[in-house]
């Protein structure tokens, strides 16, 4: 059997559509003709994958995914919406009430399965027990300034890391008031900070912390924030570190995408960080952002090693010179990102970062080459029992940059 399947709609011709498609595939499917039925059922049979009506009189399809999503019992189980009404407000409403995907009707029959299949194999695995412990190293990238390109480099970098080392890699989203690590790598908001900002710090454990992290294909887990600023106002900085503290134990590489602020919990994220990647465009007002943050990280009394300066040159000309940035700075840039607005532009549409969905273009290899820079030098040192194919990249850049530097 292909696995089990819950159909939820008032429709009967509906019903009997779903179920006989995907009866066809192998999938055992049972039916609920109402929201409240299938919210039922869905805790008493625990299926595989939730299909759900959007327009069903008592409790629609947006009630009866939120329904799931708050039980403990069926927070995780793949949720698609099937609807008539295909409009962008509706699937975002969608995607906010936690469904994974959404299929708009009319459907055919080979719409349905090849999205019930690819639904299926995106479903969260829960990190094994042997993969606790692991000592991660953490990486936050931060900027006083907006539009520096933070989310960006925060996304494609903790997605190289996966690919480079296939190691537990999370990316953790701090920006309260807005972030989208989720929807850089289209993932539906099934779970969020919000959940555990009511858990007492003191209460929080390993496997709680599991079940709030979505996964991307691309192995990169996401703790994500809610797209509702006032559901994270209580998040503090004493929670942040101890979530940070429980990753750590779980994930080789946490990767932390901060706000433009110095907020407690944005603090939690800086002085847990092994490596930070201060990020600022080639303008005055950037300039004087960074020396600002300098300053403070001087106070701070971070080690100035674990500072790194990267430049992001996000317009295409008429920006400052690096040698009077440096000045400036006081300190060298240690890295510089390319004007790539078109490749970006794209990638942040789609929800696709360039390192996966385009891994050898320039760009891509840009930023597989800084994920392996910041790797741990554990791992930089060895070779992989079975490398990856962006291992395998990386390598081969450096050696043909050893062999031009020799010639």
Not at 5 to 24: F, R
Not at 205 to 233: C, D, F, K
Not at 384 to 398: D, F, L
Request: aromatic letters at 4%; a negative charge; hydrophobic letters at 45%.
């Amino acid at each position: 059997m292909a696995g089990q399947i819950l159909a939820v709609d008032d429709d009967a011709i509906n019903l009997k559509l779903v179920s006989a498609t995907l009866g066809k595939e192998g999938y055992q499917v049972i039916t609920a003709s109402n929201g409240k039925d299938g919210v039922r059922l869905a805790e008493e049979l625990i299926p595989d994958l939730v299909i759900l009506d959007v327009m069903m009189p008592e409790m629609d399809g947006y009630q009866a995914c939120t329904a799931i999503r708050r039980n403990p019992k069926t927070m995780n189980l793949p949720v698609m919406m099937l609807t008539s009404l295909g409009s962008v407000e509706e699937k975002i409403k969608g995607f906010d009430a936690g469904a994974d995907d959404y299929l708009a009707k009319p459907f055919s029959p080979e719409e349905l399965v090849a999205h019930v299949r690819v639904l299926l194999r995106r479903s969260v695995r829960p990190l094994a027990e042997e993969e606790k412990k692991v000592a991660a190293k953490i990486i936050s990238l931060f900027s006083l300034r907006g539009g520096s390109g933070v989310s960006t480099l925060a996304t494609n970098l903790a997605c190289a890391l996966s690919s480079i080392w296939n190691e537990p890699t999370v990316l953790v989203d701090l920006v309260l008031t807005g972030g989208h690590s989720a929807l850089l790598l289209n993932l539906p908001l099934r779970h969020t900070w919000a959940d555990i900002s009511h858990i007492n710090d003191e209460d929080l454990e390993p496997g709680i912390i599991r079940q709030i992290l979505l996964q991307h294909p691309n192995g990169v887990h996401v703790l994500a924030t809610s797209p509702h600023p006032e559901q994270n106002e209580y998040l503090r900085g004493e929670k942040v570190k101890k979530v940070l503290e429980i990753l750590s134990d779980s994930f080789s590489y946490v990767i932390v995408d901060l706000p433009h602020d110095f907020s407690d919990t944005t603090l939690a994220g800086l002085d847990a960080a092994h490596e930070i990647l201060l990020l600022m465009t080639p303008e005055m007002a950037a300039v004087r952002s960074a020396v600002s943050a300098l300053e403070t990280f001087e106070n701070l009394n971070y080690p100035k090693e674990i500072v790194k300066i990267i430049l992001n040159w996000t317009f295409p000309k008429n920006g400052l010179p690096r040698k009077g940035i440096e000045s400036a700075l006081n300190k060298p840039i240690d890295i510089q990102i390319p004007y790539t607005a078109d490749a970006l532009v794209q990638a942040i549409n789609l929800g696709a970062p360039v390192v996966v969905s385009e891994p050898q273009s320039p760009l891509a290899a840009l930023y597989e080459d800084i994920a392996f820079l910041l790797s741990k030098e554990n791992h930089k040192k060895v070779k992989p029992p079975a490398p990856t194919e962006a291992w395998q990249r990386v390598v081969k850049r450096i050696q043909q940059r050893q062999s031009k530097k020799t010639s």
